[in-house]
């Protein structure tokens, strides 16, 4: 491909991921809806503008891997722990719940592989955190009761979601379901965390005391971002997906880290949120790319909408979806409109969803009808999910008002 040619495709991938999702924010849905209609409408769906190419398919491979870079430097272990039990206990369940669903349907009723059924019940276990914070902020529900359990749970579910997608990336390197394999890639991906944040925190470290000693300006962006590519080929290296490394990076880098070395590391919220301020920017030039190349991998004029699987599979995926994460609300011990409340907030999918079943398209375990109704699941889970719980909030709201009072 000619160079103009590639510097055009960017342009137009990060101009039309932009209208996109202002659009997508304007109707209240979230961002990552527009990005990714961006990237249907730009690929074989529609028009067929752009063919994914190396270049494109690295930088959207560099911007997944600062999204959950992002996501690592937002988490709040802290709250996990206020949270306690309840939380834990909503997350365990609501992780393993429709992960046993998605996999028996899978399975049993569709007759799909060992290895496709688990991916397929490993996208179901996510939460995103961004979707579910930007609905509580929305109703001011953040700091509530329910709230603070919502988001510890969405905390530890992001991490048992990040320890499963390493095994099931060794899964789909071998081909096959290993037991071996699967202790090897938790131990592997454990001493990774272990090791990681105490290099992080050295660097971060570093990075404080000399930032003032350097006349060219832009050492926090250059510094973190080298930071977080090396990770990433580490994660690679030791049989992760390269996206862990964000990950790892972003928890030891958090403004409430504290485990395993936070008594000898104390970390300074201020150097914190400002290490967050300077590479925001990359993450948001970069981030959209990913969401909008998922729309461009996705080739809808493909499936034959007049088979009856491709509904009956996203359709009851969807119920699944729904009812496992209600379900694990429902092993805690609170009021009943509590529990519905918690359980509604932990069913968007969002770009954690889309980042599993990314993997399994890319791996070559998904076709392409199992990745379109992968697909349709997490953007109903997502697009919809505002608007039931702001309804159920104006609706029931008196009872939460009452039990805090």
Known sequence: METHVLLLQIALILISARVFAEIATRLNFPSI????????????????LIEPSVAIKLLAEIGIILLLFEVGLETDLERLVRAGRRATTVAIFSFVI???????????VFDLSVLVSLFVGGTLTATSIGVTVRILSDLGR????????VLGAAVVDDVLGVFLLAVLYEFSVSGSVSL???????????LFFILAPIAAKLISRLLKRYQHVSDIPGIIPITLI????SFAALAHLMGAPE?????????????????PFGVVMKTDPDFTEKLHREIRPIIQLFT????????????LSAIDWSSGFIWMFSLSLAVIAIAGKL??????????????????AMVPRGEIGLIFAELGRVSGIFTNAVYAGMVIVIAYTTLFSPFWIKAYYRRFGHLFDKAEK
């Open 243 to 259: 996206l862990l490394g964000g990950f790892a990076a972003g928890i030891a880098l958090s403004r409430r880290f504290f485990l």
């Open 98 to 108: 429709p992960f046993i669903l998605g996999f028996g349907m899978c399975y049993y």
């Open 33 to 48: 809806i527009g990005e990714l209609c961006a990237g249907i409408i730009l690929g074989p769906t529609v028009f067929g």
């Open 180 to 190: 071996y394999n699967a202790g090897k890639i938790i131990f592997l991906v454990s």
């Open 288 to 299: 959209p790319i990913f969401f909008v190349m998922v729309g461009l991998s996705l080739d």
């Open 142 to 149: 953040q700091s509530s009761h329910e709230g603070q359990v």
């Open 327 to 344: 379900a694990g609300a429902f092993f805690v011990r609170e009021p009943t409109h509590s529990r519905i409340a918690i359980g509604m």
């Open 226 to 229: 080298s930071l977080v590519l």
